[in-house]
């Protein structure tokens, strides 16, 4: 039985990493931070074959000492401060867990062993924030980074650094740049979730109206679980490698709200929409669209749920849980 170790496992992608992994006759082992990190109960209800460590990106000792015990076939490293918005109000802490929280992985699996003679796996989680102030559209492996936040720049040093290793030390190190990616298990706090969990709360008459930011840039949105098999792709190859990981279809934040609401049966979003510059940022990414054929060519990898497919399965979602819980409390 493979062995494989997650960081970031109370996050969206780890929790469908984890199940995919388990899937595949994977001993899956997750790291949790903090002490008694409320998630980890949920997380383990949901897997309970899941086995979880204490661990934080932000400590060195510990991460080796979680690679000691677990001697896993494969790492993925998912932990990070993930909201680009929170990234501008808590920047040091973001370059801390987001930047040199990659290398101080890498650094344990080097420790501990991932040289030639125990090839460890690697996989890194690179962000299509890197690409920024995009240089070219579609962006590709190739395509220069210009970040736009604490957060991209911080992605950008993770990568470079997974790349670093890899050509320095020899370790099976990839790094997928994965564009957007949502679910029902998205956090509130991101733009797709929050629209949908609202949207289902107007429609039960328990909110009057969204707050949104910026409603223009857009974004190549697919659906996390189809993302999680790529990562584990790109560790079953021979050679490590980076790869973009991205549906190839661009959409504004106004399409969004357009889909969810016709979905949820009204014909006109604007009278329940509100800007509040509160949610606006410093400096934006405007536009973003993955060109993910070496993916598909070399993986096999290819998107399997659509985008009005992914917002009416994150609607449907908050719909039956808010109804469920709006249930619980008025019983
Ligand atoms: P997420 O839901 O925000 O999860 C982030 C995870 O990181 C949580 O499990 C969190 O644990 C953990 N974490 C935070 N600080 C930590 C620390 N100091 N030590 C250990 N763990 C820590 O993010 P996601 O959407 O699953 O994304 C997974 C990874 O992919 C992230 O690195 C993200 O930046 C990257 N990424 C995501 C997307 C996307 O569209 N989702 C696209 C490209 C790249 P707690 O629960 O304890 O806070
Ligand atoms: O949903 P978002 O917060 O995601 P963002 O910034 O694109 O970052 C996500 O994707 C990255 C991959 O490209 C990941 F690396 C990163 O970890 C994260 O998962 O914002 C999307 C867009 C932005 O342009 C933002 O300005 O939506 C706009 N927006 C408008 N109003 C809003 C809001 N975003 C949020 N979160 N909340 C708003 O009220």
């Given at each position: 039985?493979?062995?494989?170790?997650?960081t970031?496992?109370?996050?969206?992608?780890?929790?469908?990493?984890?199940?995919?992994?388990?899937?595949?006759?994977?001993?899956?082992?997750?790291v949790v931070r903090g002490q008694?990190?409320?998630?980890?109960?949920?997380?383990?209800?949901?897997?309970?074959?899941?086995?979880?460590v204490e661990g934080d990106l932000t400590d060195l000792s510990s991460l080796i000492a979680v690679i000691?015990?677990?001697?896993?076939?494969?790492?993925?490293?998912?932990g990070?401060?993930?909201?680009?918005?929170?990234?501008?109000?808590?920047?040091?802490l973001?370059?801390d867990i987001?930047?040199l929280g990659v290398l101080r992985m890498?650094e344990a699996?080097?420790?501990?062993?991932?040289?030639?003679?125990?090839?460890?796996?690697?996989?890194?989680?690179?962000?299509?924030?890197?690409?920024?102030?995009?240089?070219?559209?579609?962006?590709?492996?190739?395509?220069?980074?210009?970040?736009?936040?604490?957060?991209?720049?911080?992605?950008?040093?993770?990568?470079?650094?997974?790349?670093?290793?890899?050509?320095?030390?020899?370790?099976?190190?990839?790094?997928?740049?994965?564009?957007?990616?949502?679910?029902?298990?998205?956090?509130?706090?991101?733009?797709?979730?929050?629209?949908?969990?609202?949207?289902?709360?107007?429609?039960?008459?328990?909110?009057?109206?969204?707050?949104?930011?910026?409603?223009?840039?857009?974004?190549?949105?697919?659906?996390?679980?189809?993302?999680?098999?790529?990562?584990?792709?790109?560790?079953?190859?021979?050679?490590?490698?980076?790869?973009?990981?991205?549906?190839?279809?661009?959409?504004?934040?106004?399409?969004?709200?357009?889909?969810?609401?016709?979905?949820?049966?009204?014909?006109?979003?604007?009278?329940?929409?509100?800007?509040?510059?509160?949610?606006?940022?410093?400096?934006?990414?405007?536009?973003?669209?993955?060109?993910?054929?070496?993916?598909?060519?070399?993986?096999?990898?290819?998107?399997?749920?659509?985008?009005?497919?992914?917002?009416?399965?994150?609607?449907?979602?908050?719909?039956?849980?808010?109804?469920?819980?709006?249930?619980?409390?008025?019983?």
């Open positions: 039985m493979k062995r494989a170790l997650i970031g496992i109370t996050g969206q992608d780890g929790r469908y990493l984890a199940e995919f992994l388990s899937g595949q006759d994977y001993q899956v082992f997750g008694n990190n409320p998630k980890a109960q949920m997380i383990q209800e949901e897997n309970p074959a899941l086995e979880l000691e015990q677990v001697q896993p076939d494969e790492v993925y490293n998912l990070a401060i993930s909201f680009v918005q929170l990234s501008f109000r808590q920047p040091e973001t370059a987001t930047g890498l699996v080097r420790i501990v062993g991932g040289s030639e003679n125990n090839p460890m796996r690697f996989y890194q989680a690179s962000s299509s924030e890197m690409f920024g102030k995009v240089r070219e559209t579609p962006q590709n492996e190739r395509t220069a980074f210009h970040p736009r936040s604490p957060y991209g720049v911080a992605k950008v040093f993770g990568h470079n650094v997974t790349v670093n290793y890899r050509e320095a030390y020899g370790l099976h190190a990839s790094s997928g740049i994965l564009f957007n990616h949502e679910s029902p298990r998205r956090g509130l706090e991101f733009v797709t979730r929050k629209i949908t969990n609202s949207l289902a709360r107007i429609k039960l008459g328990l909110q009057d109206s969204i707050s949104l930011g910026n409603l223009e840039s857009a974004r190549d949105w697919g659906f996390a679980g189809d993302y999680v098999e790529a990562m584990w792709k790109m560790l079953q190859q021979d050679t490590p490698d980076d790869y973009v990981v991205a549906t190839g279809e661009t959409h504004t934040i106004r399409d969004f709200l357009d889909v969810a609401f016709r979905i949820a049966g009204y014909d006109d979003w604007e009278p329940f929409v509100s800007h509040d510059t509160r949610f606006e940022r410093p400096t934006e990414v405007d536009l973003l669209m993955g060109d993910a054929s070496k993916a598909s060519k070399e993986l096999g990898w290819t998107p399997k749920v659509g985008f009005e497919e992914l917002v009416e399965r994150m609607y449907e979602h908050d719909l039956a849980w808010e109804r469920t819980k709006a249930g619980n409390s008025s019983a």
